[in-house]
């Protein structure tokens, strides 16, 4: 049984993408994102096939780390690791996730 990392949801992230995701292939794709974070193998080999977890530029006060629930339709997660466990940050729609500086912005009250 492989190791799994803390997944921490202060804000309600996976309720909220449950409602607003627009069709049941992206919950699952959701969840299959959210497992892929939750394991811990991916992170000690920095592979992440599915989401393709990066580091968000341009942003200096704060990391901040992007996954792909769906690379085509733009649906993404923000989140940071705080003392080694991921907490969920926010979920990205497919039309706003270009402009993630003004996103994080807007939010700027969720990272620290």
């Known amino acids: 049984m492989s190791q799994t990392l803390k997944l921490y949801d202060e804000y309600g992230i996976i309720h909220e993408a449950l409602k607003i995701l627009p069709n049941e292939s992206l919950k699952l794709k959701f969840l299959e994102a959210l497992a892929e974070l939750e394991d811990a193998s991916c992170h000690r080999e920095r592979s992440f096939p599915k989401t393709r977890l990066h580091k968000v530029r341009n942003i200096k006060k704060y990391a901040i780390y992007r996954a792909d629930i769906d690379k085509i339709s ?20 497919g039309q706003k996730h270009d402009d993630v500086i003004q996103v994080i912005k807007s939010k700027k009250g969720r990272y620290s």
């Open 74 to 93: 733009g649906w993404r997660l923000h989140l940071q690791y705080i003392d080694g466990e991921i907490h969920l940050k926010d979920i990205i729609e």
